[in-house]
């Protein structure tokens, strides 16, 4: 295992959550899926990121069963969905999703979008966290605003913020604000979706540290603190993510250069408009 798969962060309630996680955004294929998330645990992965609306928690349960690594190993987070709720139906959610992943508990839950019953949810997440089904809360897709909304109606300050995130959407005021609430950044569409292979100051950073660019990206991140969570379905590429990451470190002159990259870019939805 890279030993740069076992560096963690102690989140604002004491937890320990890793740095480097397996994504599994879109990975459902019974075989193909699987045989990835499988690999990803066994090649040393420790966070394994879901989501409700991703279908995949009963593969995640298989491919646990089917590692060389028992539960406690692992660090699983999972979303939850924002339509048609009310607290009854979060409850059960989280009952149903334990039963699915085949665990008594869950190590992170987030809000997946803050519209439009983000803040309730999380109300509901708050209390369940007091039963010890789950051992830490957080959300996905806040943006400042939507966060000040969030504490000012909540007790428990999220443990984390699960954010598109990338070399065009470096988020440096999010950032700011988050670290001033003691919340972690976390990432996704950091590498993309490959994109980053087309910014020439990224394909000048790869050439000079001899990796790709996509480990570029993902250093970058991880160097400012954030949690990253690439995805892929081919085994060599969920060992060469980490691996590449282990021989070199990005100046601060490098760090802020991709910062200010731009134009600003953003792959996925709106938070700000996204209602599920």
């Known amino acids: 295992m890279p030993a740069i798969l076992t560096k963690k962060i102690t989140l604002n309630n004491g937890v320990e959550m890793p740095m480097i996680g397996y ?6 294929d019974q075989a193909k899926g699987l045989a990835a998330i499988t690999h990803a645990i066994n090649y040393g992965y420790q966070l ?3 989501a409700d609306i991703y279908h995949n928690h009963q593969l995640v349960r298989e491919a646990i069963k089917n590692s060389n690594q028992p539960r406690e190993n692992l660090f699983i987070t999972t979303k939850i969905w924002i339509t048609n709720k009310n607290p009854e139906i979060v409850k059960a959610d989280i009952d149903r999703i334990l039963a699915e992943l085949g665990t008594d508990y869950l190590d992170l839950v987030l809000v997946h979008w803050p519209l439009p019953d983000g803040v309730m949810i999380y ?5 369940i966290y007091q039963t010890g089904k789950i051992r830490a809360i957080g959300v996905s897709n806040f943006m400042i ?7 000012e109606q909540t007790t428990i300050v999220p443990v984390v913020n699960q954010v598109e995130l990338h070399p065009q959407l470096p988020l440096l005021e999010l950032q700011e604000f988050c670290q001033k609430h003691n919340i972690v950044l976390e990432s ?3 590498i993309m979706k490959g994109k980053v292979s087309d910014l020439p100051y990224l394909q000048t950073l790869a050439a000079k540290y001899n990796v790709d660019a996509p480990a570029i990206a993902l250093k970058w991140a991880l160097q400012r603190g954030i949690i990253v969570i690439p995805k892929s379905e081919t085994l060599t590429r969920i060992e060469s993510n980490v691996q590449q990451l282990e021989n070199f470190e ?7 250069a991709i ?3 731009g134009p600003t870019l953003r792959l996925g939805p709106d ?6």
């Open 48 to 50: 394994i990121d879901t």
């Open 123 to 127: 109300q509901t997440l708050e209390e």
């Open 250 to 256: 990005l100046s601060a002159e490098e760090i802020t």
């Open 271 to 276: 938070p700000y408009h996204f209602v599920g």
């Open 188 to 190: 996704w569409q950091t």
């Open 259 to 261: 910062n200010d990259l």
């Open 23 to 28: 994504g599994t955004y879109l990975v459902t």
């Open 145 to 151: 605003d939507q966060l000040k909304t969030l504490l």
